[in-house]
């Protein structure tokens, strides 16, 4: 990127919000970097900062209808703070570029996701008049490590690629993020040996479909740069997501299992069971085909944690294809699912097919995928109790603030009561009991 290193923001304070996922959460990061080089300060609140930008979420209506209260909201602070600036980024700020600006009272400015290197000249100028940048290219963006505010001082977001190709029937991706487009393999070692120098104990590398990668220069796919990068000397822990089922290839499954810095934990969207609904939603893989590959998974990397995405209710979604959805959650056993009703989104190829399966019956199967699965995951966690997990201390518990929190190398949610261990360290935690979201512990005392 273009350093701002000017001091066009000096004396200023900025605040982010951020929706959505996190490719969000990260980009924030970018942008408060921006801000930072350009010599504005965080704020700790929306009602204390002079800038408030508002990163955004198209995925899904809800989403959006989140993102339209919250400006409302900020509309009535800014009647009581006529000089605050306020601007929409992300995917929403790209989609909906005409009815946001034309908003009575709207942002100040609008930013796509490809001109958050320009944010503090944006954000200068618009004090004098109303900016919209958005648009897509297909150049890489570049933020250099030395530009990015992290948010945790132990977990590190280092982005390997953007946009998405896939264009699955439902998804509003490959509209609001553009087609992908690949980061030069050495500027991802480059931030991953950052995060090293800083004591950082994970990385997650982040993309919409990262089994695609491929270095436009040099070939490298995603198979060699996971070996590249899980030979940097540092970080413990490295993860990956997201990847896709149709592009996970036997070479990433090598390359995973090689490298004891790879967490034995995966995200893999299905998003449905019935391999008819698979094929309308342009998944290109059966129900077939993804068993398989979660079955060579698990051959190749025992006691592989595997999470997954779940849509109810897309069109034309029959009761014996929501039933074939939940066969195979049965079948698989998955450690953690994240799952939504089907919402039409602009410009995608659903949002043509006729919204036709009732509310209330995307509801009801909403209510009975999550039911069974807090059941396998009370079962699952149960499966741990008496084991001593590596955990990844993260802060206090929001339950207990006696006790820490932290992720286990499977992602689980571990609070226990701390003998030794500080935020930002690994601690050896016994499982004494488990409900269906989180486990619970006790630190072992090292001998
Ligand atoms: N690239 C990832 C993938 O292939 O799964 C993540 C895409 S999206 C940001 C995250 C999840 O949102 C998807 O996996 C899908 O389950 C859900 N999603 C996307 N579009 C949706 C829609 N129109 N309605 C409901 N859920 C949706
Ligand atoms: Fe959306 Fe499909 Fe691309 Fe994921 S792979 S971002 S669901 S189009």
Request: one cysteine or more; hydrophobic letters at 35%; charged letters at 25%.
């Amino acid at each position: 990127m273009t350093n701002q290193k000017t001091a066009a923001l000096a004396g200023r304070t900025y605040f982010i919000r951020t929706f959505g996922c996190q490719m969000n959460e990260s980009d924030s990061e970018h942008m408060a970097g921006a801000l930072v080089q350009a010599g504005a300060r965080p704020a700790d609140s929306p009602e204390s900062c002079d800038i408030l930008l508002v990163n955004t979420c198209a995925v899904r209506e809800k989403s959006e209808e989140k993102l339209y209260s919250y400006l409302g909201r900020l509309a009535a602070l800014k009647k009581k703070k006529p000089g605050l600036v306020i601007g929409v980024a992300g995917c929403v700020a790209e989609l909906r570029r005409a009815e946001l600006f034309g908003r009575k009272p709207g942002p100040d400015f609008l930013v796509g996701p490809d001109r958050y290197e320009d944010l503090a000249r944006i954000v200068a100028q618009t004090s004098r008049v109303r900016s919209l940048e958005t648009g897509r290219d297909s150049l890489w963006h570049e933020f250099g490590p030395e530009t990015v505010v992290r948010e945790n001082p132990v977990s590190g977001y280092v982005t390997i690629m953007e946009g998405c190709d896939n264009f699955c029937a439902y998804c509003v991706v490959p509209f609001s993020r553009g087609r992908e487009k690949y980061r030069p393999p050495p500027n991802i070692v480059r931030e991953v040996e950052d995060l090293a120098r800083r004591g950082y104990l994970e990385v997650q590398l982040l993309g919409q479909n990262v089994n695609s990668y491929r270095d436009p220069k040099t070939g490298t796919s995603f198979a060699a740069l996971l070996r590249t990068v899980g030979a940097v000397d540092g970080p413990s822990w490295l993860r990956f997501i997201t990847s896709h089922p149709k592009n996970f290839s036997d070479d990433i499954i090598d390359a995973m299992a090689a490298s004891p810095k790879v967490c034995r934990e995966l995200h893999l969207p299905l998003q449905s069971g019935s391999s008819a609904v698979l094929e309308r939603m342009n998944r290109g893989y059966s129900r077939d085909h993804y068993i398989g590959l979660v079955r060579r998974l698990r051959r190749a990397l025992p006691g592989l944690s595997l999470s997954t995405d779940i849509i109810v209710g897309f069109p034309g979604e029959t009761e014996e294809d929501h039933r074939a959805t939940l066969d195979v959650l049965r079948e698989i056993r998955f450690a953690n699912i994240f799952s939504f009703r089907y919402s039409p989104r602009p410009q995608t190829a659903a949002a043509r097919l006729a919204d036709d399966v009732p509310a209330e019956v995307k509801a009801r199967r909403l209510v009975e995928v999550q039911a069974l699965q807090k059941s396998i995951q009370l079962e699952f966690h149960r499966s741990f109790i008496g084991r001593t997990l590596t955990v990844l201390v993260l802060g206090s518990s929001k339950k207990d603030a006696r006790l820490l929190a932290g992720r286990s190398e499977g992602r689980q949610v571990v609070n226990f009561v701390p003998a030794v261990a500080t935020l930002g360290r690994f601690a050896q935690v016994r499982i004494t009991s488990a409900g269906p979201y989180s486990l619970r512990g006790e630190e072992v005392r090292p001998a």
